[in-house]
C-alpha cells in the first residue's frame, strides 16, 4: 500500500480534479494503486512534471499518481544507463555530465521528467542522425501494467517496447527507464537572418542539410533567425560564457520583458512594437555578438531553461512534412496579421520551428514515416490564446499537420485520426487488449484514441 497518499486538498501540483493523489516511492506502491481500483478509482493516470498543453495527463474522479520521488539512477556501463521515471531532465544531464556523457538529442525544457518525455514526442534541434525524440534512445523499460504486474520490456518485445515509447502512459506506469547515452559531442551554431520569403526559398536548402535547425519566427517584423547545429570534432564544449548569455537572452529576458510590458501597457499599437522590437534586438545581438560551441549537455544544465520561471509561457506545437513547411511559413504569417487585425490577439513570443528527423522506432511518433518541421507557437497572454490556436488547427489541417497528443493545444479527434490513421487504429486494438477495463484510459485519450 503506498506510504505516501495524499488527498486533493494537499496536493501541491497535481491535477486538482483527481480523486486521489498519490507519490509513490518504489515500485511496490504503484503495483498497490493499479491492483485497487476501489481505494485508487480508474482512470490512472501517471504524471511527471505536468507540462503538457491538453489533457493528457487529467485524471477527472481517478488517481493521479506524481512520479517525480522515482529518482533512483544506475550506471549499467560506459553506454548505457537506468534511471526512475521521475528523475528530471535536467538532473539526469547533470549526473551524466560528470561522467562526460550526455543524452543523443538536443532536448530542452529541463524541468520535465524522463517517463514525461520518453511517453510523448519530444521536439528539439537535434544534430541529424541523433534520435528524433529521446523516446528511441530507450532500451527497456520497467512497466507497471494496468492489472499491476510488472513487466520488463526490451528488445525481446519490440512490438510492445514501440507502443510504450510515445505511449502517453496507456499501457501502464513507465517505473524505470534504461536509456543509451554517449560521451559529450560538441556543436557548433551559425546563425542567419531572413526575411519571410527568402526564408521560403531558403527552408528547401536546408531540408536536407548535416545540421540541426532552429527557427525564431517574427511574423509581425517579417524577420526569421536561423540557427543551424553542425557537430563538431573536439575534446570540449567550448566557453561556457557565450552560451549562458544566450540562454539567458531567449529563455529568461525576452520572456520576462514580455510579460512585464504586457501587465503595464495596455494599448496594443504602442505595446505590441515595444515587444517587438525588443525580441528583434535581443536575438540579433545574440547571433551577431556570440558565435557558439554548444552540446547536449550544455543545453539540458542551462539555468535558465526553467519552466517554474516568474513569466509563465504557453505553448503549442503542430508538426508539418518537409516539403510543406515553406508554404506553411508563408500561411502563418498571413494568418497571424490576420487573425490579430481581426481578434485582435498576438502570440507576443517569437514562434519557434525546428527540424525532426524521421523517426519510426515508436508507433505514436509524429515522424514516423518522414522528417518534418515543428512549429511552437508561444505566448505569456492567456486571453484569446484558445480561439487562436483553435483557428490555427483548421490552417493546421489543411497543410497535412501532424498533431501531439500532449503538446497541440486546440486539436480535436479528428486531427489525430488523420494523422495517424492505420497506426493509431493498431495502437487502439492492442490498447483495448491490454487494458480491458480502461483502467489508464482518461476522458481525453477516450475522445481521441478510445
Ligand atoms: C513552455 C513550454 C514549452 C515546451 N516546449 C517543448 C518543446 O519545444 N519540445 C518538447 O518536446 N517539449 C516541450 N515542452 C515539454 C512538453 O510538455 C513535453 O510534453 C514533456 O516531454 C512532458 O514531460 P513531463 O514530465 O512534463 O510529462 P507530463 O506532462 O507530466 O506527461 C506527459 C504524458 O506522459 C504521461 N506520463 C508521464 N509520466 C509517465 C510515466 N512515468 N509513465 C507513463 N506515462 C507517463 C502522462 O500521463 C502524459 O500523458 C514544453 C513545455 C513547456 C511548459
Known amino acids: 500500500m503506498p506510504r505516501t497518499v495524499i488527498r486533493k486538498s494537499q496536493s501541491r501540483r497535481l491535477n486538482q480534479k483527481s480523486a486521489v493523489s498519490v507519490r509513490p516511492k518504489s515500485i511496490d506502491d504503484i503495483i498497490a494503486v493499479c491492483k485497487d481500483p476501489k481505494r485508487f ?28 520521488a522515482m529518482k533512483k539512477f544506475v550506471r549499467l556501463s560506459s553506454r548505457r544507463v537506468q ?5 528530471s531532465l535536467r538532473s539526469l544531464a547533470d549526473r ?30 537535434g544534430v541529424p542522425g ?20 510488472i513487466v520488463e520490456v526490451g528488445d525481446d518485445m519490440p512490438e510492445l517496447l514501440a507502443m510504450v515509447r510515445q505511449g502517453y502512459g496507456l499501457l501502464g506506469v513507465v517505473c524505470a527507464v534504461t536509456l543509451k547515452v554517449r560521451p559529450i559531442q560538441p ?31 517574427l511574423p509581425f517584423r517579417d ?30 529576458a525576452i520572456p520576462d520583458f514580455v510579460h512585464s510590458v504586457g501587465r503595464v501597457m495596455p494599448i496594443g499599437r504602442i505595446r505590441d512594437p515595444l515587444i517587438d522590437g525588443f525580441s528583434e534586438a535581443t536575438q540579433r545581438l545574440v547571433s551577431r555578438r556570440f558565435s557558439v560551441v554548444g552540446s547536449n549537455a550544455m543545453e539540458q544544465t542551462g ?50 520551428a525546428y527540424r525532426i528527423d524521421r523517426d519510426a522506432s515508436a508507433l505514436l511518433s509524429p515522424s514516423h514515416d518522414q522528417a518534418l518541421f515543428a512549429l511552437k507557437l508561444r505566448s505569456t497572454t492567456a486571453a484569446g490564446w484558445d480561439a487562436f490556436l483553435l483557428n490555427f488547427a483548421d490552417l493546421a489541417a489543411r497543410f497535412d499537420g501532424v498533431p501531439l497528443f500532449n503538446q497541440t493545444r486546440g486539436m480535436s ?19 483495448r487488449q491490454l487494458d480491458p477495463e480502461n483502467r489508464c484510459l482518461n476522458q481525453f485519450f477516450a475522445e481521441h484514441i478510445g
Open 187 to 217: 556543436y557548433a551554431i551559425r546563425h542567419r537572418e531572413f526575411a519571410f520569403d527568402e526564408l521560403m526559398r531558403f527552408i528547401p536548402d536546408i531540408a536536407d542539410a548535416k545540421a540541426g535547425i532552429k527557427i525564431f519566427l
Open 303 to 352: 539555468q535558465f531553461r526553467k519552466m517554474r520561471q516568474s513569466t509563465a509561457v504557453a505553448y503549442s506545437s503542430w508538426l508539418f512534412p518537409v516539403d510543406r513547411f515553406a508554404a506553411v511559413i508563408y500561411a502563418y504569417r498571413e494568418f497571424c496579421l490576420r487573425h490579430y487585425k481581426v481578434a485582435r490577439f498576438r502570440c507576443d513570443l517569437p514562434g519557434i
Open 413 to 431: 479527434a479528428h486531427h489525430g485520426h488523420d494523422a495517424y490513421g492505420q497506426r493509431l487504429d493498431r495502437f487502439r486494438k492492442v490498447r
Open 83 to 87: 534511471v526512475g521515471a521521475g528523475t
Open 223 to 252: 524577420h526569421a533567425f536561423v540557427e543551424l547545429r553542425f557537430a563538431q570534432s573536439g575534446d570540449g564544449p567550448g566557453r561556457k560564457l557565450p552560451w549562458k548569455i544566450r540562454d539567458w537572452a531567449c529563455n529568461k
Open 130 to 149: 541523433d534520435a528524433g525524440h529521446l523516446a528511441a534512445s530507450v532500451i527497456a523499460v520497467t512497466l507497471v501494467t494496468p492489472q499491476g504486474r
Open 41 to 68: 478509482p480508474s482512470p490512472v493516470r501517471a504524471v511527471g512534471s505536468n507540462s503538457g498543453s491538453t489533457r493528457s495527463s487529467d485524471a477527472l474522479h481517478g488517481t493521479s499518481i506524481d512520479m517525480t
Open 96 to 125: 551524466l555530465a560528470q561522467d562526460g556523457l550526455e543524452l543523443v538529442g538536443s532536448y530542452e525544457y529541463p524541468e520535465r521528467t524522463v517517463g514525461g518525455l520518453i511517453s510523448s514526442g519530444s521536439l528539439s534541434a
